[in-house]
């Protein structure tokens, strides 16, 4: 995609047309990421956006938690540390996790690990379709610090779903904006086959 130079303002026509595909591609992005991706003011993105019909960050975010996904069978929805997005069990999934002052170190600001980590877990879990789901081992790498106030997107995929054998295999990768703060591979125990199983989980 072209964008302008900083010091040649793009037509309003123009910078609508990259701001729309930006936020379609990535509708994560925050308006202060927007603001650097255009190369204009945080003001001019905003009024961009009302003109444009789209809402900020977090009536996006709402909204994209309102659409219809899988329910969560492997734990309770308020044990999901963050906020569920999008479900596919047995597939995928992506949650948001806003770095708040109870996460932080408070000197630096610094997220405190276990909770990214935690984030990443319980996605991990999830994701699987059974009644029963636990983290047997997990592979991981913190690849920057979170920071507050930042909005953590982590998305996981089922690499290999363990009906068979009774352990399912999750990747997730945990975003700021288009940065990848953390990585993780982990081994989730599960009753095994008991997604085949016809009416598994009802009463």
Known sequence: MRR?????????KQRHQQLARLIEDNPFLTDRELTRLL????????LDRLELAIPELRERLKLMAERSYDPVRSLPLHEVIGDILDLQLDKSGIS????RDEHVFS????ARGHHVFAQANSLAVAVINDEIALTASADIRFIRPARLGEKCIAKAYVRSSGVQKGKAKVEVFTYVGDEMVFQGNFVIYRSAGSADE????EA
Do not use: D, H, L
């Open 4 to 12: 302008c130079r900083p010091w040649n303002a793009c037509p309003k």
């Open 39 to 46: 190369k204009v003011s945080i003001q001019t993105i905003r």
């Open 96 to 99: 948001m996790f806003e770095i």
């Open 107 to 110: 000197r630096s600001g610094i």
């Open 198 to 201: 016809e009416g598994a989980g």
